[in-house]
């Protein structure tokens, strides 16, 4: 196997991911584990980690490391945005094998058990499932091998296993970063929040911009990590790749705190709201099922 020169930014959870390590020359492995046979194995092995509590996912491990290394001008050329288990998790092995060298933007992706859901029905699809379309009602799509599109509706915000703390949905949350941005019907992004990015791609931003996000989404994790944590997951491929203008606080570290604590203000009002409309709508049907 020829090692790549590109750099491993390797986020782990309870994995000793010793057959990723075979690709690369030079990584690090930020260890978020809570099995101490894990974090014993890792320091046995001297293996270049930093161990760190658990967010419950990885976007923050990547935006601390890019916050981190553009204060200090020392972002490798090409880092790999890898989870310990991404071979068998994300991607295969043979997918794998394919881009691990590649030095431009690629999406770790690939979806084999889900593509007859995920794809356009043809005549053979629909004849290996009895006659019937696997994709229809299906809010996903494949663009290709690793391309993953989903319809923005933000079904994935749910109170009782990811709550929300800032915003109501990706577009409020879209709006917040950027001033006038297109709002999309369709998702374009790598389930798993995994990726080979150019240092230019990360250099889009400052090191604020990267704290902030993570304020963002890194406030609790009972019952699950935050809702914004899967917006921000759906993000990253603009984050990396558009243009678009900033609004002035993603760069303020002062004037974000202010804009986020009304943020959390309004949500809170809001919920609220909503939670004395239903009330009110439970005593109205309960007196009208009485008369």
Known sequence: MIKTSNF???HNYNTVPDDLLKYCNNYVIYD?????????????KSYNVIHIPNTGHNITTYFSY???H????DLP?????????????????????AVYQNTFFTYLYEERSMRDRYSKATPEVIAAHNGKDPSEGCIASLLSQSRFIELNSSWYMHENT?????????????????????????????????????????????????????????????????????????????????RCEVNP?????????????????RLTEKKEALSNRTFFQKVKDHLKNSL
Request: aromatic letters at 14%; hydrophobic letters at 40%; a negative charge.
């Open 8 to 10: 491993f930014l390797i």
């Open 66 to 68: 890019f916050a981190d």
């Open 162 to 242: 990811h709550p929300s703390k800032y915003f109501t949905d990706f577009d409020d949350l879209l709006r917040f970063i950027y001033k006038d941005p297109v709002i999309p019907k369709y998702v374009e992004f790598a389930p798993g929040g995994c990726y080979i990015l150019r240092k230019e791609q990360v250099e889009l931003h400052s090191a604020s911009f990267y704290r902030n996000l993570n304020k963002i989404q890194n406030y609790t994790i009972t019952p699950g990590f935050p809702a914004e944590a899967y917006i921000i997951e759906r993000l990253l491929p603009i984050i990396f790749n558009e």
């Open 32 to 44: 978020a584990s809570d099995d101490s046979s894990i974090m014993h194995t890792l320091d046995e």
């Open 249 to 265: 606080w993603m760069n303020d570290d002062e004037s974000f705190d202010m804009c986020l604590a009304e943020q959390a203000k």
């Open 70 to 73: 553009l204060e200090k001008g």
């Open 77 to 97: 050329c090409v880092i790999e945005c890898l989870k310990g288990n991404i071979i068998g998790r994300h991607v295969s092995k043979e997918y794998f094998d």
